[in-house]
């Protein structure tokens, strides 16, 4: 029997951040010696206390159905640490509790877009963000941004892409939104509050809906992070996105939220109800625990982060034909490799892309890198530093043998 799939599946990619994770996976089940710097994830379990609130909460009966949009004990630590960070105060029917941060995404993509539409996502992007897009029925609008300015958004291809624009505001009645994210999956890049500002101006002149992907909040270094909210003078519509995954080191336990407008919560609840009842129970109570409890380990993980953001940086920036800026904020690096591409392998293949470069440099010196292509970012590789200083040290030097080979 020949089987039809519908026109949805051959219209999203599958994510290649999970297939280059599982391929990983596969050489280490052979017994190889991988260094994974692809991984998206902290390297550190989950906190001993949230890990004590989640079996407490099994022991407790914590193992049936929620309310459909999250438990209002989590809605209200989620107010609480929301009130806390930004001086906001949100109402409980303001959020959303979902299974993960890309779940709420993905629904409040499906809530707000539909075909016809256009949003605006700026490259590199994070690869579920078109997909998101595509998901709901509109098309992605892609926007170019500034390496040298932590990937800023390029405000006069902005002003190229929306058309019409007069002071940026446009005749195009089909862009109904914008996502962003600060700080960013590839890039690590973290925005002046100025870059904000102008994005939520310009929302606000064009009235679109600003989705803000606050997942890696708590891992800003250099400076203090801000909120989209509390830069929100103009009153621009947003929505915002955050994660107990990184933060907390909770990847596995599938809990992230979302605020906005209540009727956008309204809307997005109705479709997460009928897609997967609610969040996962359990989760829900550890992340109680998490916002709530002792913010030390966070503190301690974040530090630990950091003294891996220079022994990474100063691995690649000593790397003949490789250039690195500092990321201001996640676990990544995002070094344009483009001074190796068109290079000849040992084997007489040239490399035409960082698909290809990744591939050589997993296949020559087992090293699981991130091709940027793969983000909109031709040139580039992701290597996330979310693994120990010496595993860092151990994996670039490995690159550093492979890309010596190339002719
Ligand atoms: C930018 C960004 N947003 C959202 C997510 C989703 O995280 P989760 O669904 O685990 O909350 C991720 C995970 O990699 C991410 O990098």
Redesign the pocket.
């Known amino acids: 029997m020949s089987i039809s799939l519908s026109r949805l599946v051959d219209k999203i990619k599958p994510s290649f951040?999970l297939q280059m994770t599982a391929r990983a996976a596969a050489l280490r089940a052979k017994g190889i010696d991988v260094i994974n710097f692809g991984v998206?994830?902290p390297d550190f379990n989950t906190p001993a206390h949230i890990i004590e609130a989640g079996k407490k909460a099994m022991d407790d009966g914590y193992t049936k159905y929620t309310p459909g949009s999250g438990m209002l004990e989590l809605k209200e630590a989620i107010q609480t640490k929301v009130k806390n960070d930004t001086g906001v105060l949100y109402d409980t029917n303001q959020v959303i509790v979902s299974?993960?941060?890309?779940?709420?995404?993905s629904i409040a993509c499906q809530a707000l877009f539909e075909e016809g539409d256009k949003v605006v996502i700026f490259s590199p992007y994070?690869v579920?963000f078109p997909e998101f897009v595509r998901l709901s029925g509109a098309e992605p609008l892609l926007v170019d941004t500034v390496a040298s300015k932590q990937f800023e958004p390029d405000f006069d291809d902005l002003h190229t892409k929306i058309v019409g624009g007069y002071d940026f505001k446009t005749t195009d009645r089909s862009i109904k939104g914008v996502i962003i994210?600060s700080p960013?999956?590839p890039t690590g890049g973290v925005w002046s509050d100025e870059a904000i500002i102008k994005m939520l101006e310009i929302s606000k002149a064009n009235n679109w809906v600003v989705i803000s992907?606050e997942?890696?909040e708590e891992l800003v270094y250099d400076r203090k992070f801000t909120a989209i909210d509390t830069l929100n003078n103009v009153g621009a519509e947003v929505l915002t996105?955050r994660?107990?995954?990184?933060t907390y080191a909770m990847?596995g336990w599938?809990?992230?939220y979302a605020i906005a407008n209540e009727i956008i919560v309204k809307a997005m609840s109705k479709i997460q109800g009928q897609t997967t009842s609610c969040p996962n129970a359990i989760g829900q109570k550890a992340s109680v625990a998490a916002l709530l409890g002792n913010q030390q380990p966070i503190l301690d993980m974040k530090n630990k982060f950091q003294e891996r953001r220079q022994v990474m940086f100063d691995a690649l920036n000593s790397l003949d034909g490789v250039t690195c800026d500092m990321p201001g904020g996640?676990f990544y690096m995002f070094p344009d490799f483009s001074a190796h591409l068109n290079k000849e392998t040992k084997d007489g293949k040239i490399l035409r892309d960082t698909f290809d470069l990744s591939d050589y440099i997993l296949d020559t010196a087992s090293v699981v890198t991130i091709a940027g292509d793969g983000f909109g970012a031709k040139g580039y590789l992701r290597l996330s530093f979310a693994t120990s200083s010496e595993i860092i040290k151990n994996g670039i030097k490995r690159i550093e043998e492979s890309l010596k080979e190339l002719k």
């Open positions: 951040t998206g994830e299974n993960g941060g890309k779940q709420s995404l994070w579920s994210n960013s999956n992907d997942t890696y996105i994660s107990m995954s990184k990847t599938r809990i992230g996640a």
